[in-house]
């Protein structure tokens, strides 16, 4: 199957964008994970997808870390035909997927690859847009900050670091997210940051806005848009 999904990238286009989505749930074989595709696209709802959209303006060499399925790959190598999208992840079995649903939709822009954060990530020279959707949780603080500074050194000057993860706050909607993380992982251990402790992490030369999404379900979900200085920025200083 090769599904066609070249679309045009008009962000504002509600029912091609839902076309798209629905285009990547259906090349996925096994009915389970299309049915975790479409709830992953609920939990990151459109709004979300137009601020992730937002920060990746303009940026072409993509770097995601933690690219599970390859949902969010997928998609932005299909609406930006022109982007370079890099994914890694950990989980063999979520690669050969990522890969699979990549190769159906005729996708010759994006390629997954199987590494782990907590160690030596082989990454390319420099990127644009460096990615991470709710891995930074799944790791403990000393890696976090191994993993924000290996990347965040391959990060050409202008460059953004993306990350979406959920807050500490309130406490019932971080439990509520511990619990189905919990469910997912079979695993205990989170550790989830707040504000202060990404500020802290990432070089404090990097500019750093901050997007709380308002949303239905009980997420604390926080975008963290981190830029890196460029010669316009060094000049200024
Ligand atoms: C909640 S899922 C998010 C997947 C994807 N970013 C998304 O938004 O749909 C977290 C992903 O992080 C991956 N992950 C966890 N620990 C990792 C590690 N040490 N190195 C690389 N990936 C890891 C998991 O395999 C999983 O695919």
Redo the contacts with the bound molecule.
């Keep these: 199957m090769n599904a066609s999904v070249k679309r045009s990238a008009d962000p504002i286009d509600h029912e091609d964008q839902r076309a798209t989505l629905t285009d990547i749930i259906h090349v996925y074989d096994r009915v389970i994970v299309r049915a975790y595709c479409v709830v992953?696209f609920v939990i990151?709802n459109i709004n979300m997808l137009h601020i992730l959209t937002l920060c990746m303006r303009g940026k072409r060499r993509i770097l995601?870390?933690?690219?599970?399925?390859g949902?969010?790959g997928c998609y932005f190598a299909s609406r930006w035909p022109d982007i370079v999208y890099h994914g890694?992840?950990?989980?063999a079995g979520?690669v050969k997927m990522a890969q699979a649903a990549a190769q159906r939709l005729g996708l010759s822009n994006a390629r997954f690859v199987c590494?782990?954060?907590?160690g030596a990530l082989e990454l390319e020279d420099q990127y644009d847009a460096v990615v991470m959707?709710?891995?930074l949780h799944?790791?403990p603080d000393p890696a976090k900050r191994k993993l924000l500074d290996a990347t965040t050194a391959r990060l050409r000057p202008g460059g953004h670091l993306i990350i979406k993860d959920v807050t500490r706050k309130p406490a019932w909607k971080m439990a509520f997210t511990w619990l189905l993380d919990v469910l997912?992982t079979r695993g205990f251990d989170m550790w989830y940051w707040d504000r202060r402790q990404f500020r802290e992490a990432v070089d404090p030369s990097f500019a750093l806005e901050t997007y709380p999404i308002s949303d239905w379900l009980p997420y604390p979900h926080v975008v963290y848009l981190f830029s890196k200085p460029d010669a316009a920025d060094e000049r200024r200083s």
């Design positions: 992953r990151i995601e870390v933690g690219s599970g399925f949902l969010f890694i992840d950990v989980d979520r590494g782990d954060a907590t959707m709710d891995l799944h790791l997912m």
